[in-house]
């Protein structure tokens, strides 16, 4: 009988799949991909007080066509010293509180997945509950905490461990302490994801064999949980790098983001194309981590596949 | 397997990782009942930011607002997610898939000033078609960015879902679109009340993408209270996260009670399976 059975996927597809396929393609084509293109485009062009304040790239005037390729924006943000150390700020920033996360919550994933399920769908659950909160409430309860008499000053003072107020609020410490506590649920579930599916029997026959656990760990446990260590590093990385609302609320005047920035070009110096130009950068940096965690997030949908 | 010991340290480890994401939650609902208006002052238990709060005319409009966009985002992001889950798990070669895959993942990590930018030079580009910046753009905005979301939570339901079941009525006689409607649609519902519910939250908690592409007259709610956090801590909105973290809790525990009654009755048909 069941030989028989077709395993085409496609039998069991709704009709008309051509549609199901075209209309997501489409919207995300138009509203997620051509925008980019325009980017392109306008970073290429020259401010001008206008609206939309920038000039156009091709001119069509008495038969005379002019295509107008702009590159001193590109040269602006190469020669401006401020550019340069706005984007290396948000790399190192980016990098080190990835590396923070990593930390904090691979342990964290780890102790979870060696519950027993019913405890582990509990605490997967308030992992992930502080993210359905709104990231600027959240963002905005650490004012509270760090500034000079804020709780954590006030709780220390009294404590008698410090003579006067710790100064965090504005300072490089204050972004870090952000972006580890709002990206720290996107290093822990896939991190958990992957840690979860693990053959414990490997851990036993190491054991077995007169391995510590330090060294089962190292030798076995770690090797095997790269791809969640990646898709979990990358899903914290890549948006921290263009994160704006930390640095503003919790960072002073030092601790310039790149994204800050592109919102400061964009709605301060209403400067369009610098603005695309300093997205259009970003992107060219964020290209390599973008195929990176797309290639581990699709083999971790494979691996699920299976 | 889980004979193998969650040592002490791991638990230490979980729970300070919790004291973590939980303190700074924690003290915003506190103080959301202090009666002085310095925060970090206890004067005594008050439930005055909670009456300002409903009396801020421009913080309720906002509220509704912001309210309405998330309902609608999230039943079209829903829509869209479902047919590109499908697409996904279920038509494994077509040409132009590695592009279509590219567009689902990408937007789960893209900084959000480069989405906001860019949505915004595009409505701006096809300005005599869309009309002026309003909700309009910023729904759009919004579907666009939670479809991925949507579309991830859908899929990985609609890839361990178990086939034969599908097979077994079309077996029967029963058609695509039936089959559809009838079997596989009942089987994923879940996923679709959880992707709901997400692309719910995060149209409501988005800030920088809306900022760009929002009109003069279409503040919402997030873009409010940035603007009176930007100068300093406010009561007011202590007293705004403490109500939402109170839904978003509400609900939490609802979809668990939901999880676990749902567990508890397969296990039972699971049971009296093996029994027959």
């Given at each position: 009988m069941k030989g028989n059975v077709s395993r085409d996927w496609r039998r069991w597809l709704p009709p008309r799949h051509w549609l199901i396929t075209a209309?997501?393609?489409?919207?995300?084509?138009?509203?997620?991909?051509?925008?980019?293109?325009?980017?392109?485009?306008?970073?290429?062009?020259?401010?001008?007080?206008?609206?939309?304040?920038?000039?156009?790239?091709?001119?069509?005037?008495?038969?005379?066509?002019?295509?107008?390729?702009?590159?001193?924006?590109?040269?602006?943000?190469?020669?401006?010293?401020?550019?340069?150390?706005?984007?290396?700020?948000?790399?190192?920033?980016?990098?080190?509180?990835?590396?923070?996360?990593?930390?904090?919550?691979y342990p964290m994933a780890y102790a979870i997945a060696r519950m027993d399920p019913a405890t582990r769908n509990v605490l997967l659950m308030l992992v992930v509950l502080p993210s359905w909160t709104s990231l600027l409430i959240r963002v905005y309860a650490w004012v509270g905490i760090l500034k000079n008499n804020g709780l954590l000053n006030n709780f220390l003072l009294w404590l008698g461990l410090i003579d006067q107020p710790l100064a965090i609020m504005n300072t490089a410490t204050a972004v870090y302490i952000g972006v580890v506590y709002a990206y720290l649920p996107f290093m822990v579930l896939p991190l958990y994801a992957n840690l979860v599916k693990h053959d414990q029997r490997l851990l036993e026959a190491a054991s077995d064999l007169g391995a510590r656990p330090w060294r089962a760990f190292f030798t076995i446990t770690l090797p095997l949980s790269r791809a969640g260590i990646i898709a979990g590093s990358m899903l914290v990385f890549i948006p921290a790098l263009g994160e704006f609302v930390i640095p503003e609320l919790l960072g002073g005047p030092g601790n310039l983001m790149i994204g800050k920035v592109l919102w400061q070009e964009f709605f301060n110096n209403r400067d369009w194309p610098v603005a695309s130009a300093v997205a259009t950068v970003m992107l060219i940096l964020l290209i390599a981590p973008i195929m990176l965690f797309h290639h581990y997030q699709g083999r971790e949908l494979e691996a699920a596949r299976r | 397997m889980s004979n193998v010991r969650v040592s002490t340290t791991a638990k230490l480890f979980l729970l300070i990782g919790f004291v973590f994401l939980y303190a700074p939650m924690i003290s915003l609902i506190v103080y959301s009942f202090n009666e002085s208006r310095l925060v970090t002052v206890w004067g005594g238990f008050s439930m005055q930011w909670y009456v300002a709060l409903f009396q801020n005319q421009q913080m309720m409009a906002a509220a509704l607002r912001s309210l309405q966009i998330a309902f609608l985002t999230a039943t079209a992001a829903t829509v869209l997610g479902l047919a590109a889950a499908l697409v996904l798990v279920r038509f494994p070669l077509f040409r132009g898939r590695t592009l279509f895959s590219g567009l689902i993942t990408a937007p789960l990590v893209m900084p959000e000033v480069i989405t906001g930018l860019s949505l915004l030079l595009l409505f701006v580009a096809l300005d005599g078609w869309i009309g002026g910046r309003g909700m309009l753009t910023i729904w759009i905005a919004h579907v666009t960015f939670t479809v991925a979301f949507v579309t991830i939570v859908i899929s990985s339901r609609l890839r361990e879902m178990d086939t034969s079941l599908e097979e077994a009525a079309m077996d029967l006689g029963a058609n695509r679109i039936r089959t559809f409607f009838s079997v596989t649609l009942p089987i994923i519902s879940p996923s679709l009340a959880a992707g709901w519910l997400l692309a719910f939250t995060l149209s409501l908690d988005d800030l920088v993408i809306a900022s760009f592409v929002a009109g003069p007259s279409s503040t919402t709610l997030p873009m409010v209270v940035f603007s009176s956090v930007r100068l300093g801590v406010s009561p007011e909105v202590n007293a705004l996260a403490s109500l939402l973290i109170l839904a978003v809790s509400i609900g939490a525990a609802v979809s668990w009670w939901l999880m676990w009654r749902a567990g508890k009755a397969r296990q039972r048909d699971l049971q009296n399976a093996a029994q027959e």
């Open positions: 209309i997501p393609y489409a919207w995300l084509l138009l509203f997620f991909a051509v925008p980019f293109l325009i980017v392109l485009k306008i970073s290429f062009s020259e401010a001008a007080i206008a609206m939309p304040p920038y000039t156009e790239l091709v001119e069509y005037v008495d038969q005379v066509l002019t295509i107008n390729l702009n590159l001193a924006n590109y040269a602006y943000l190469w020669e401006d010293a401020l550019y340069v150390s706005a984007y290396l700020s948000s790399i190192k920033i980016a990098a080190i509180s990835t590396l923070l996360c990593l930390l904090i919550g | -």
